[in-house]
């Protein structure tokens, strides 16, 4: 079985505070950082992803782990960061001013995630790695998949092609099979983190953001068996994982052990599906929790380093979500705290040399010079500027 290096680390860290920017710093970091000056980084980030990690047409339009790449190492990156890089580049497409030159590598991002595409009998999927012939294939890992599909609605609906949607309704049955059935276990529910007999853990990550694609696919055409799943997931994490308001713990054991470890990107996904459903519902106690969430997870990110020693791609998520919610119920907070970020990352995490951001191993934290720059950190980066550029809040 395929898993990233990554994926490891993150299995096992655990993450530590110290001291971040104060309020008052993050609203004058926003203020003096403008809209103009957002979308130069993505587009700066953006060319160093291309000119450092991009692999080329004559490679598929595929993308290195990471640079420069070592002995032993796979000669492509596998499927998540490739869905980050496609994520990143429909968010170019977005930009205020320019953005319409980057629709024809957002289109070809879309074709080389095909490429990990595995029609096995039964249990298709994408793979963590390339299926042959161009790679060894891997497992198929449900928060992987649920977050393809999300991609596939951002590119429905920046180009409104069928196919797209299509690809998202594919993705949504690969997620429904690790929707776990067995009434016995301990919270009953929840889904896999990885399909395969071995999968022990039900996990808040893959659970939230399958309920996010629920919901989003079911704002698009109201088909209720979209909004029973998304209501079912969504509940199980906040009945079965909620520590405390905008705080879910990773995952729960088959033998009902919890574990504990708290990531941004889990907030992020709890507050985003509850803001689709609102929006799609009408039912006002979705947007209350999507508030009481972000409240309480801003609380927590905030204070000391929590969220300079997430891993970048984690907070690309998070921010992502509270902007989802900010279009509903508007918030300074939500910008203020993703700008104090992005400035701190672009100023102590980039190498001015090569443009290219480097963290520890977790995939956040401080500056590594020495570090291999990743595909999955540089694209997030791409995402957080791009997203800065968009805001109008």
């Not at 971040?20 to 950082?33: E, G, K, M, N, Y």
């Not at 991009?54 to 490739?82: A, D, F, I, M, V």
């Not at 994982?241 to 054991?253: A, E």
């Amino acid at each position: 079985m395929v898993k990233t290096p990554v994926r490891a680390t993150l299995a096992l860290a655990v993450l530590s505070g110290a001291l971040l920017a104060s309020p008052s710093a993050a609203a004058d970091s926003d203020r003096q950082t403008s809209p103009s000056t957002w979308a130069h980084r993505a587009e700066v980030t953006y060319d160093s992803l291309q000119q450092h990690l991009y692999q080329g047409p004559q490679e598929h339009g595929l993308y290195l782990e990471k640079t420069p790449r070592k002995e032993g190492e796979n000669p492509h990156s596998y499927l998540w960061p490739l869905r980050e890089v496609a994520a990143a580049t429909v968010d170019m497409t977005e930009l205020p001013r320019g953005g319409a030159r980057y629709k024809r590598d957002a289109a070809e991002r879309f074709t080389t995630l095909r490429l990990y595409f595995n029609p096995r009998d039964g249990r298709s999927g994408y793979d963590s790695y390339l299926p042959a012939p161009l790679g060894q294939g891997g497992d198929v890992f449900y928060d992987d998949n649920a977050v393809v599909g999300l991609s596939f609605l951002d590119q429905y609906r920046a180009t409104g092609k069928k196919l797209y949607l299509d690809r998202a309704l594919e993705t949504y049955a690969v997620v429904s099979r690790g929707w776990d059935e067995d009434p016995a276990k301990p919270c009953p529910g929840g889904m896999h983190w990885v399909d395969s007999p071995d999968n022990t853990m039900r996990a808040a990550n893959v659970t939230g953001l399958s309920a996010q694609l629920a919901a989003e696919l079911y704002a698009i055409d109201h088909d209720e068996q979209f909004l029973a799943s998304a209501k079912k997931w969504y509940e199980w994490n906040w009945s079965c994982l909620r520590q405390s308001p905008g705080l879910y713990n990773n995952s729960r054991d088959d033998d009902g052990t919890v574990n504990t470890t708290l990531w941004s990107y889990n907030s992020g996904a709890m507050i985003g599906t509850a803001t689709t459903l609102y929006r799609a519902t009408g039912n006002q106690s979705y947007l209350d929790r999507a508030v009481e969430d972000a409240k309480g997870s801003l609380t927590y990110w905030k204070q000391g380093d929590r969220l300079h020693d997430q891993p970048a791609i984690f907070n690309a998520f998070y921010f992502d979500n509270l902007r989802i919610l900010n279009e509903v119920r508007p918030d300074r907070a939500y910008r203020k705290t993703a700008a104090t970020y992005a400035e701190q990352t672009w100023k102590d995490n980039r190498t001015p040399s090569d443009g290219l951001f480097r963290f520890q191993p977790s995939g956040g934290g401080d500056h590594d010079p020495a570090a291999q720059s990743e595909t999955l950190e540089q694209s997030a980066m791409v995402q957080i500027f791009a997203g800065l550029a968009t805001d109008r809040s």
